[in-house]
């Protein structure tokens, strides 16, 4: 017998000490004879006065306390609600708790009796368990192995969640058309979560994978009694702040804890929480708990996320997709602009064939030009007769001295402006030769010539380095060329040709015939093929498939087609783009 500061069958001794029979022979062995009755002790006695106490090993007494606890108790019935339930375990074990508004009794369903049970325990069911008392020595804890389950109905926390979502619906708040779709790509990210946890570890790890992106964290309490208020305050303060201000406003905000029981996650269930997410000008992506985890703020949120992580990757894009994507839009403009100027070409090349042709624009001015050549003679020979003839009026009335008056005074006016300038001259050459003679005489013809060293090697270098550009430019310039020479023979309608296809046209309009239902019977047709062209009479489309018929059907009878001629490159066929 041990003796133990414990209750037993719910009395105490008045020493405050207790009997607990049921140890095996090894205990009482170790234990002095004076034990073998119940031991008084005074309260006023110090702790390790009593030299006669048995000494225990742990596993010894952990041992004592669960064959205690099963004898006392042994096969008993519980009622309690189910909370913290996640599933069988991969062992296929079941744990969770059985809880009611004042205690809590952690719970486990082997693997066996789990596969056997008729009512499967889910979060938040009201129960009643049949099973044994026992204690897990590992953890120094107490719990009931059940046996046994049936439904004992809805727990309380339950009641007033669904109570709490049918007023919330009512009202609105979980209507989709009242949802703000997401950001594309957010400049800030506002955090809503506790700052030592490993959810805002692994949230910041999926921004750095994927899109660096400016995060502002709010620290709150994720749960307890404060929880609901600190999250509350925390996404109205998020939306109080203002652009530009020295705290940036977030453009998508995210609330995010990790997985825990219902009674964890019960802050965020309270209507405060709520109406705060609900009034929220921002959006707001709710990332509470596991998948299988579920509050009233992921319903009212714009976004329920499954888990923290998988929040941060929908709050960013990924930037290799973007670059993708990016990619794919340039490719997709490019093709598009190749066809525009491929069809912007078709159509000119369709409207210079509406053209009149450059001899019928000519002809009538031509002929007018050359009505107004012969014209040109004589008016020249009458223009020179009417000129000589006023010529000649003109002569008689003029006189050799006025011409020479103009010219004497030209000439002094000239003598005097070339002494003015000569003197001018010379004043202004003194004053410079002067000058030139004081700056000379400071100057040494040293330091042009190293200049001019310097520049002749500068020169030298230049022209080097010139003559390697020039040569790496006409690499570039020839590899450019020959690339897009390939890439012409690629595109040409001539490797078309080549590859047995073949171009069918009107022989007396070269236009192109593209559908059968253009061709009457009796047209004469031009084939276009990779060697030459070959002339061909038309007697009339055929019947849906009666171009692969096999050698019994009869073959129409054409007319004898002229022998190949060389191929010659036509201006008006199908070109390449280059």
């Known amino acids: 017998m041990i003796a133990l500061d414990i209750w037993a069958n719910g009395r105490v001794p008045a020493g405050g000490w207790c009997i607990i029979p049921g140890q095996n022979e090894e205990l009482k062995r170790r234990m002095p004879p004076e034990t073998d009755r119940p031991v008084e002790k005074s309260r006023s006695q110090a702790p390790g006065a009593a030299g006669n106490a048995p000494e225990f090993t742990v596993s010894e007494l952990a041992g004592a306390i669960k064959r205690a606890l099963e004898d006392g108790f042994g096969y008993v019935r519980l009622r309690g609600e189910i909370s913290g339930y996640r599933g069988p375990h991969a062992s296929g074990h079941a744990y969770f ?7 809590k009794i952690e719970a486990v369903i082997w693997r066996g009796s789990f596969s056997k049970m008729r009512v499967k325990p889910e979060e938040g069911m009201e129960v009643i368990a049949h099973g ?32 709490r979502k049918r007023r919330f619906a009512a009202e609105g708040l979980f209507d989709e058309a009242r949802k703000r779709p ?42 307890g009694e404060t929880c609901a208020g600190e999250v509350a305050a925390a996404i109205r303060g998020f939306n109080a702040l203002e652009p530009g201000g020295a705290v940036p406003r977030p453009d998508v905000l995210i609330v995010a804890r990790g997985g825990g029981s219902l009674e964890d996650l019960w802050g965020f269930n309270e209507e405060i929480v709520v109406r705060a997410a609900a009034a929220s000008a921002i959006p707001l992506i709710s990332a509470v708990g596991h998948e299988t985890d579920w509050t009233l703020i992921d319903l009212v949120a714009d976004a329920r996320a499954p888990t923290p992580t998988k929040a941060a990757e929908w709050a960013v894009p990924r930037y290799s997709e973007l670059i993708e994507q990016v990619a794919k839009f340039e490719l997709r403009h490019r093709v598009a602009l190749r066809r525009l100027v491929e069809g912007q070409r078709a159509h000119w090349r369709a409207a210079a064939r509406g053209l009149p042709r450059r001899e019928d624009l000519l002809a009538l001015p031509r002929q007018r030009f050359d009505a107004v050549e012969r014209r040109l003679g004589r008016a020249l020979v009458a223009n020179t ?28 006016r000239m003598g005097a402006t070339a002494r003015a300038a000569s003197e001018a001259l010379a004043r202004s050459s003194s004053q410079r030769r002067t000058r030139l003679e004081r700056i000379g005489g400071r100057l ?78 009796g047209d004469r047709l031009s084939i276009e093929l990779a060697d030459g062209a070959l002339g061909a009479l038309a007697e009339g489309p055929l019947a849906r498939g009666a171009a692969g018929a096999g050698p019994e059907s009869a073959a129409p009878e054409t007319a004898p087609t002229p022998a190949p001629r060389p191929r010659r490159h036509r201006d008006s066929g199908q070109g390449s783009l280059f």
Do not use: C
């Open 385 to 412: 007769r009417a000129h000589h003839l006023r010529h000649a009026r003109v002569s008689s009335r003029l006189s050799p001295r006025l011409v020479a008056v103009v010219v004497t005074r030209a000439r002094d």
């Open 444 to 521: 040494s013809p040293h330091a042009l010539a190293a200049r001019i060293v310097r520049l002749g090697e500068r020169a030298g270098e230049l022209s080097a380095r010139a003559a390697r550009a020039f040569a790496n430019t006409t690499v570039a310039h020839r590899r450019r060329l020959d690339s897009s020479a390939k890439l012409a023979r690629s595109l040409s309608h001539e490797s078309v040709l080549a590859r047995g296809f073949a171009i069918v046209r009107r022989s007396d309009t070269g236009a192109t015939v593209r559908r059968a239902g253009d061709v009457a019977a």
């Open 97 to 103: 708790a059985l809880k009611d508004d004042k205690a």
């Open 182 to 223: 997401r950001p594309f790509l957010p400049r800030v990210i506002g955090i809503i979560t506790s700052p030592t946890g490993a959810v805002i570890r692994d949230m910041l790890a999926g921004f750095s994978e994927r899109f660096p992106a400016h995060v502002v964290v709010w620290p709150v309490r994720v749960q």
């Open 132 to 163: 044994r008392i026992t204690t897990f020595p590992g953890s120094s804890k107490y719990q009931i192995v059940i046996e046994q389950m049936e439904p004992a109905g809805l727990g309380a926390l339950m009641a007033m969640l669904e109570e």
